[in-house]
């Protein structure tokens, strides 16, 4: 099961992330985001962490050369991304697409897709994630083409019970293991990490 820790801001709780078993750290690109963090800083932090963690850049509206060029001066290995013409026109980088399950989602189920993840998470309007509300799993599941990752909501308390349903490829986790936006809370975020991969 990959595990994605989203939203870090500070390289504490990305240590704190990796000792707990995270695949992916997330690294909140969006100033509109109470999670954002500069690229500067982000670069500074990946620096230093082990190459098998995977890095990934969140990144809203922001131009396909601008999301390349700072891919690589920070040193990301994935790039996650809201708009499909976006991931069209960044065929080199490894793309997780992310999108919102409401009444109007559909996802077909086929290889053909251009990106090598899709992000599935609650509606969140202009906050692009970090909610702390869920969606029906159940409509992740059932897809053998498309590799999911489940976010919205989850925590401690019901990853085991999202996992049985949804049966993703990841699930990625952000609001509900933070004692305020930005920071995590360590004990949360190891139960959560202890249960999503036990």
């Given at each position: 099961?990959m595990v994605k820790i989203c939203g870090i801001t500070n390289r504490e709780d990305?240590?704190?992330?990796?000792?707990?078993?995270?695949?992916?750290?997330?690294?909140?690109?969006?100033?509109?985001?109470?999670?954002?963090?500069?690229?500067?800083?982000?670069?500074?932090?990946?620096?230093?962490?082990?190459?098998?963690?995977?890095?990934?850049?969140?990144?809203?509206?922001?131009?396909?050369?601008?999301?390349?060029?700072?891919?690589?001066?920070?040193?990301?290995?994935?790039?996650?991304?809201?708009?499909?013409?976006?991931?069209?026109?960044?065929?080199?980088?490894?793309?997780?697409?992310?999108?919102?399950?409401?009444?109007?989602?559909?996802?077909?189920?086929?290889?053909?897709?251009?990106?090598?993840?899709?992000?599935?998470?609650?509606?969140?309007?202009?906050?692009?994630?970090?909610?702390?509300?869920?969606?029906?799993?159940?409509?992740?599941?059932?897809?053998?083409?498309?590799?999911?990752?489940?976010?919205?909501?989850?925590?401690?308390?019901?990853?085991?019970?999202?996992?049985?349903?949804?049966?993703?490829?990841?699930?990625?986790?952000?609001?509900?293991?933070?004692?305020?936006?930005?920071?995590?809370?360590?004990?949360?975020?190891?139960?959560?990490?202890?249960?999503?991969?036990?």
């Amino acid at each position: 099961m990959m595990v994605k820790i989203c939203g870090i801001t500070n390289r504490e709780d990305a240590l704190a992330a990796i000792e707990g078993g995270a695949s992916a750290l997330g690294f909140n690109f969006y100033p509109k985001s109470p999670r954002y963090v500069e690229p500067d800083r982000a670069a500074e932090m990946i620096a230093g962490l082990p190459r098998a963690i995977w890095k990934v850049g969140i990144f809203v509206n922001d131009p396909p050369q601008r999301i390349s060029e700072m891919a690589r001066r920070v040193g990301l290995d994935v790039v996650q991304l809201y708009k499909m013409e976006d991931v069209l026109r960044l065929p080199d980088l490894r793309v997780w697409y992310a999108d919102h399950v409401d009444y109007e989602f559909f996802l077909s189920d086929t290889a053909d897709h251009p990106f090598e993840a899709i992000l599935l998470d609650a509606p969140a309007g202009a906050a692009y994630g970090g909610t702390g509300r869920t969606f029906d799993w159940s409509v992740a599941a059932g897809y053998r083409n498309v590799k999911i990752i489940l976010a919205g909501g989850l925590d401690a308390s019901n990853i085991k019970r999202a996992i049985a349903t949804a049966r993703p490829w990841g699930v990625d986790v952000c609001s509900r293991i933070e004692s305020e936006p930005g920071r995590k809370d360590h004990v949360k975020m190891a139960q959560f990490l202890k249960e999503a991969t036990s």
